[in-house]
């Protein structure tokens, strides 16, 4: 953004920049949820073991604390970048950023830590990261033919091969309790999206911008982070699998309004009521929005629950990149729809069966794996 390295193509500087913070993100990640667990008492002061439900509502709460503080950065910054955006250019937007991880930066050098025990390094899992990063990193620069669905495959390929290297020595059942865990997560995750022809279309047909983008961004972190709050203590009491059956059920009947959108019901409305569609969005993003953040908990709960004694900053590491292959696999899902139904700036004739088909994909998926494996991975 402030064309400080002129002598490099900006295609290879932005891959650079995004293989930087995706490690970033990595490291940030690991070390935060391996606390997450550790700071959790798996005994009374006497010594004597807790119940494991109180175990389990302690974990589902740190995540609560977690997904808060998330929601709570989001919300500080979504409004003003809207703002800054009109205001400013894009680039300048970028560079004004950096404070919050200059931030970040000060308050790491000036914590004070206190020495813990070295462990051994385990080189199955070291290694096998480098190899693994290198193959990745050489298929996403070399213009390799089908390089996105290599890259997850091989990814797949590792990751389970390092989960079974980690939970080698546990008892059958629970690793059985484990692998109907990851399936469950993964499908939840793995949903397909509808790809930038919605937000072309919210821009150019709806008459969105990006000011109203960034109020409809911080409302709803602002709103997500009461639900977190409000909802949080019923969420970490029921049972992990019947809370991500629920949030399947809302999740695809708060996406009607987007369908109703892409059908120009708000010219209905705008006749018939007055409203158009600002007001439906404003009113959609109002009843998503407590929902927004409350899947992770149950899904980052049950990752916790499972952490091996010993292994837990490991184990959220290959778990978190389980999730977020979910995210590529999701991706390219979008991809393959937006093949089948051609969406382009301008031309928005196949979008109605795209999102419909997007939304379907999102609810039937889901559920079908919690109502099969549910039971088995709690």
Same mark, same amino acid.
């Given at each position: ?29 690991v ?32 995540? =609560? ?19 800054? +955006? ?17 931030i970040?930066?000060?308050?790491a ?11 051994p ?38 990751? =389970? ?5 980690? =939970?080698?020595d546990?008892?059958?059942? +629970? ?8 399936i ?5 995750? @793995? ?53 991500l ?5 809302f999740? +695809? ?55 091996? @004694? ?9 778990? @978190? ?7 590529? +696999? ?49």
């Open positions: 953004a402030g064309g400080w390295f002129p002598a490099f193509d900006l295609d290879t500087l932005y891959v650079a920049a995004k293989l930087v913070i995706v490690i970033g993100i990595v490291f940030q990640d070390v935060a949820d391996a606390m997450s667990t550790e700071v959790v008492d798996r005994e009374n002061p006497d010594g004597s073991p807790r119940p494991k439900k109180d175990i389990e509502h302690d974990l589902g709460m740190v995540q =609560v604390l977690g997904r808060l503080a998330l929601t709570f950065g989001i919300f500080a910054v979504a409004g003003l970048g809207g703002l800054l +955006a009109q205001i400013y250019s894009y680039q300048s937007v970028f560079l004004l950023g950096l404070a919050i991880p200059a970040s930066i000060t308050g050098l000036l914590v004070r830590l206190e020495r813990v025990p070295v462990k390094v385990d080189w199955r899992i070291l290694g096998g990261g480098a190899a693994f990063g290198a193959v990745v990193a050489a298929l996403g620069l070399g213009g390799v033919p089908y390089s996105q669905e290599l890259i997850f495959l091989v990814s797949m390929a590792v990751v =389970v091969a390092m989960l079974f290297a980690v =939970v080698g546990l008892e059958v059942a +629970a690793k059985r309790k484990i692998f109907f865990a990851a469950i997560i993964f499908v939840f995750r @793995a949903t397909p999206g509808v790809g930038e022809g919605y937000r072309w279309f919210s821009i150019d047909v709806l008459g969105f911008d990006e000011a109203f983008f960034g109020t409809l961004a911080q409302i709803g972190a602002g709103l997500a982070m009461a639900g977190t709050w409000l909802l949080a203590d019923t969420i970490t009491r029921r049972p992990v699998a019947l809370v059956l629920w949030l399947t059920v999740y +695809a009947i708060l996406s009607l309004p987007n369908v109703a959108l892409v059908y120009r019901v708000d010219e209905w409305t705008s006749e018939m009521f007055g409203f158009g569609a600002r007001t439906i969005a404003l009113i959609d993003t109002a009843a998503e929005s407590p929902f927004a953040q409350l899947s992770m908990i149950p899904m980052l709960t049950l990752i916790a629950i499972h952490a091996p @004694a010993g292994r837990r900053a490991t184990w959220f590491a290959l778990m @978190a990149s389980l999730m977020n292959l979910a995210l590529v +696999a999701g991706q390219l899902q979008t991809k393959y729809l937006n093949w089948v139904f051609a969406v382009d700036r301008g031309q928005y004739g196949e979008l109605p069966v795209l999102l419909v088909s997007a939304v379907i994909i999102g609810f039937v998926a889901p559920l079908t794996v919690i109502l099969l494996f549910g039971r088995r991975a709690t």
